[in-house]
């Protein structure tokens, strides 16, 4: 089971250790008496969205022998109004760069992610509505830089 540990540093600055050692500063902005020196909870839980279902994708990529040469997610998360502010819908938008990238093979491992591996993916949709759309820039010569968007329904 995974485990961490949070300490308040200093008004409103608190930093989070991971099991795993490693450490995220989190912190309020002045309005809420704090300094700004950190991201704030609710927008970690979209940094390890998109972190867990990115490496989902990009190792299955891999393992697809895929030519990519950048990837990024933008996770775009709508709030309730009021109190406690959950996500109720979060939108991701996949961009895969490279040669000759297969659409398939990129549907496939979105796809695996959101719907088996993702484990933060899993949490968030019980809550939220999860939707994604991908786009594919191909940098192959021949193709004069095609860049093919789909939007998943």
């Given at each position: 089971m995974p485990n961490a540990l949070v300490t308040l540093v200093k008004d409103m600055q608190f930093v989070?250790?991971?099991g795993t050692?490693?450490?995220i500063v989190m912190d309020a902005d002045e309005k809420f008496g704090g300094s700004n020196t950190g991201?704030?909870?609710?927008?970690?839980?979209?940094?390890g969205f998109?972190?867990?279902t990115g490496m989902d994708v990009i190792s299955i990529l891999r393992k697809k022998r895929q030519e990519i040469t950048n990837f990024e997610i933008k996770v775009d998360?709508?709030?309730?109004?009021g109190h406690p502010g959950r996500y109720t819908a979060i939108h991701l938008i996949y961009t895969v760069t490279g040669r000759n990238v297969s659409k398939e093979a990129v549907e496939?491992?979105?796809?695996?992610?959101?719907d088996k591996y993702c484990s933060v993916g899993a949490t968030l949709a019980r809550s939220a509505e999860i939707t994604h759309e991908y786009r594919i820039i191909d940098t192959a010569e021949e193709s004069g830089g095609d860049e093919r968007i789909r939007t998943a329904e």
């Open positions: 989070g250790d991971s050692g490693h450490a991201a704030r909870p609710i927008e970690l839980l979209l940094i998109g972190g867990c998360g709508q709030r309730q109004e496939r491992a979105i796809s695996l992610s959101l």
